[in-house]
């Protein structure tokens, strides 16, 4: 079963001004979200309530939430550690 992944405005936002400062960084960040889409919930992960997760790739945060009812993935925020 493959989720459809979906990002809250505030996320994209969050993307674009990463892809400005650390292009790299982004594209990893993109590549692991989209393996969501098979894995909702890697090693990796770990729970920030019922339905979201929380997942680390290198200097960057994701909360996401997971609906396994309509099979989608929604990222609502995107963030970066100092």
Known sequence: MTYEITFEPHALNAAARFLEEDPSGL?????TIDKL???PR?????????????LR?????????????????????LGRTP
């Open 27 to 31: 594209a990893l960040l993109l590549d």
């Open 37 to 39: 889409a098979d894995d």
């Open 42 to 54: 890697p090693a990796g992960s770990t729970a920030y309530g019922p339905r979201t997760r929380r």
């Open 57 to 77: 790739v290198g200097q960057y945060r994701v909360l996401y939430v997971i609906d396994d009812d309509v099979i989608r993935i929604l990222v609502t925020h």
